[in-house]
C-alpha cells in the first residue's frame, strides 16, 4: 500500500513538474522577442548632406560590463555568470569613460545591456549615451528574455541586451536588420536574436555611407549559423556598393578574419568555442578585412592571465573598394573591463568606383 501510495506522489510530482515546464516553454514561446527582418529606428529624408572624406570609427564588444579579466563564463567552459555588483560598476565607469573620451565620429558598441539581472539591471545604454551628449545613439535589441534558465544552479535570468551606435552625425536612416535564426525552435527560445545595425549618410558628392554594427553567433558548433549569416550581410554590402555607396562594416564577428597576420589564430580552440576562418575567397579581392592582426578577444574558460589566456582575433573591419583605412590599431586595455579590446579604424573615402560582381571583375568605374 505504501510503495503504491509513494508511486502515486512520486508521478504526481513528475507530472506537475512536466506541466510548469511546459507552460514556461509557452510562456518564454509566446512573450518572446520577435523582430522584423528589418526595423526601422529612424527615417530622417531631411538629413544634411556631409561634406566628409575621412572618418573614425571605434569598435568594442563591452561584455555587459560584467566579463572583466576575473570572470569566466559558463557557455565558454567556465561557471560564472556574473561578476559582483561592485565589479560590474566599475567595469561600466571604465567602458563609459573609454567612450566618452575617444573622438571618433562613429562608435560601434556590443553587449549593451538594459534590464538585465546578469548586470544588475544596470542601464548601460543611458549611462554610455549620456557621456556623448552630442552624438546620436541607435540601439538594436538582440537578446531579449524575461528567464534564461541555465545554468542551472545559477541561472542567467532576465537578459536585455543589445547593439549601440553613436554617430556624430544624424543619418538618413537607421535600420536593424535580423540574421536568420540558425539554432533549433528551443534553443531559440533563449539564445540571442542576431542582427546588424545599418545607418546611412547622405554625402555632398550624392552617394551615401552604409556603416554597419554587425555581432555575430559564436556557439553554433558546426559554423552553419555563422556561413547564413555572412552570406545575409554579403548580399546586403554588395549591393549597396554597387550602387556607388562607400560601405563599412564593423564589430564583434565571432571569426578570424582572412589576413596573413591572423592565421595563427585558428589553433585557438576550446571544447566549447571554435572561432572560424572567413574564406580568404567570401569577398571579392577589391574588399578589404582590416586589422593590425593583434588580439582582440580572450577566452573565458577561465579568469585572465596575461601571457597564459588563449586570445584570438574576431574585431575588426570590412571596407568597400571605394573606402581605403589609413590606421588601424587595437587598443590594448588588457581585458581589464570585458572579455574584448577595443579597436579604432580611420578611413577616407575615395572618388574612385570599382563596382564588383561577386567574382571580383569590374563592372564599371568612373
Sequence with gaps: ????????????????????????ILLISLTGYKPDRETVLTDMPGAAA?????????????????????????????????????????????????????SADFVFLQEVDRASSRSYKIDMLSEIA??????????????????????????MGKVESGILTLSRHIPLQSIRYAYPPGQSWLKNLFLLDRCFLMCRYPLKNGRQLVLINTHN???????????????VLKDFITAEYEKGNYVIAGGDWNQIPPIESAKHYSGMVTEYFAPLVIPADFMPPSWKWVSDGKPTNRFLNAPYVKGKTMETLLDFFLISPNVKAIHVERMDENYQHSDHNPLVGKFVLSDIIIATTMQGRPLRSS
Design 1 to 24: 500500500m505504501k510503495v503504491r501510495k509513494i508511486s502515486r506522489f512520486l508521478l504526481a510530482v513528475c507530472f506537475f513538474a512536466l506541466s510548469a515546464c511546459l507552460l514556461f
Design 50 to 102: 556631409l561634406d566628409i572624406d575621412t572618418l573614425e570609427i571605434l569598435t568594442w564588444n563591452t561584455g555587459y560590463a560584467g566579463l572583466d579579466s576575473g570572470m569566466d563564463f559558463f557557455y565558454d567552459g567556465g561557471s560564472k555568470t556574473r561578476t559582483g555588483k561592485a565589479a560590474a560598476l566599475e567595469n561600466l565607469e571604465a567602458i563609459a569613460s573609454l567612450v566618452a573620451r575617444n
Design 130 to 155: 549620456n557621456r556623448k551628449p552630442l552624438y546620436a545613439a541607435f540601439y538594436g535589441i538582440n537578446y531579449s528574455v524575461f528567464f534564461v534558465p541555465v545554468p542551472i544552479a545559477s541561472p
Design 217 to 231: 553567433s559564436a556557439f553554433d558548433s558546426e559554423g552553419e549559423q555563422r556561413r547564413e549569416e555572412m552570406l
